[in-house]
């Protein structure tokens, strides 16, 4: 069992023994979504803001082939400067124990590990999805497979704009897997508070989220569940601004021969660079803003 790999934090375990809420986080965001010392400074905020919301935060990693589920400040710095950190799905998993090694969890990993610690509530950035062009690469990412099969609900900012949104919310429709644009119409784009893409379901309060996430598996539904949060409006790229950056990224992407996992680290990269960083920020903004609504929901859930 995977729970034979796991090392859960004193205070995550006390924190589930007395009902208290608790958030999982990833740790990719830590070891390859950002530089040094801004993955750190993001890292613990999110931790911060997840405390001061009512909840415990439980950042999720691999720390020599043990599966951290709660990890200390230490940990987080050590996973921020380490090399050769691989990042984590479920495939990923295996190796990574067996060989001893340090690894970052994916949405997919984190929820995997989240789900055997017995955590409810993931919170993240955006999630993978259907790239685009991949009715030619198959480029579909492992979060959409876990989201379908987890019984883990991820808080997020909607799918990273580099992918297919229309192909994405297609996917997940045909695995089953509910979707909730919280406090929006419209499904929301990472960056960008409006993909163009109207949702099939508004919730507006935690309180709703809550009892919807409680009714499905009171009905012994399997898998995960999706919900959107757009990012606050003053940090938001449109995304009639953000499509043409991308689009550049893509190009540059395909010129390097750039594939496989690599390809969405090389993509985020490139918008940052081609938005003089103010895709990071926007990035940072949206964990936050996420962090306070994800508390929000492991609260109403108790």
Do not use: W
């Amino acid at each position: 069992m995977l729970r034979d790999y796991m090392d859960i934090n004193h205070e995550v375990l006390e924190a589930m023994a007395f009902g208290k809420p608790v958030v999982a986080l990833e740790s990719t965001i830590i070891a390859h979504g950002m530089p040094y010392p801004m993955n750190v400074e993001t890292a613990l905020s999110v931790n911060r803001v997840i405390r001061e919301n009512g909840a415990i935060p439980a950042v999720i990693g691999i720390i020599n082939g043990r599966v951290k589920v709660g990890l200390t400040d230490e940990e987080i710095e050590y996973l921020a400067k380490a090399e050769k950190v691989m990042k984590v799905s479920r495939r990923d998993f295996p190796i990574v124990c067996a060989e001893g090694l340090d690894g970052a969890t994916t949405v997919a990993g984190t929820m995997i590990a989240a789900k055997a610690a017995g955590i409810r509530i993931f919170v993240t950035g955006g999630v993978g999805g259907v790239h685009r062009g991949a009715g030619e690469s198959f480029d579909i990412s492992a979060d959409l497979e876990e989201l379908k099969d987890t019984d883990v609900v991820v808080v997020c900012a909607g799918v990273k704009s580099i992918l297919d949104i229309s192909a994405t919310l297609e996917y997940l429709e045909t695995s089953g897997v509910p979707v909730i644009s919280y406090e929006t119409d419209d499904f929301p784009a990472f960056y960008s508070r409006k993909s163009g893409f109207k949702t099939e379901c508004r919730l507006s309060s935690p309180e709703a989220v809550a009892a919807a996430i409680k009714t499905k598996y009171d009905m012994g539904l399997k898998g995960g569940m999706l919900i959107a949060c757009p990012i606050p409006e003053q940090h938001e790229i449109p995304f009639e601004t953000i499509d043409v950056i991308i689009r550049q990224a893509l190009d540059d992407c395909e010129k390097e021969g750039i594939s496989g996992k690599r390809v969405t680290p090389f993509l985020l990269d490139r918008v940052s660079e081609l938005t003089s960083g103010q895709s990071l920020e926007a990035n940072i903004q949206l964990v936050l803003n996420n962090a306070v609504i994800g508390a929000a929901i492991s609260k109403s859930l108790i």
